[in-house]
């Protein structure tokens, strides 16, 4: 694998725990109004392709583009609706869409 590649894969893999650290710290937020059980709900597709990612497949990197959307949702949602909870849901988003473009980033190479 080539130096570029490598480094491409290790930064979406460094925005991928991020986001992972984002979800799981919704519940512990006071100001979110996210409970335990709607956390889960978007974190745990989020947990799936770890494994797959970490080893370098192909099939999981693609597969994993997928897992962001009950993330996506639920902070859209939350950003619209809960003003309290817009710099933590907001700093998701960011996160989202960051995980996403270092996925591409990563399937391009």
Do not use: Q
């Amino acid at each position: 694998m080539k130096d570029r590649a490598r480094t491409v894969r290790r930064l979406a893999i460094g925005a991928w725990i991020l986001l992972v650290a984002s979800v799981a710290c919704w519940p512990f937020i006071d100001a979110s109004g996210i409970g335990i059980v709607t956390a889960s709900i978007a974190l745990l597709p989020l947990l799936l392709p770890i494994p797959g990612i970490l080893r370098g497949s192909r099939r999981a990197w693609r597969f994993a583009a997928l897992t962001l959307a009950p993330a996506l949702a639920l902070a859209v949602t939350e950003f619209l609706v809960n003003a309290p909870s817009r710099p933590w849901t907001g700093t998701t988003l960011a996160l989202i869409l960051l995980a996403f473009a270092g996925l591409v980033a990563a399937l391009r190479k």
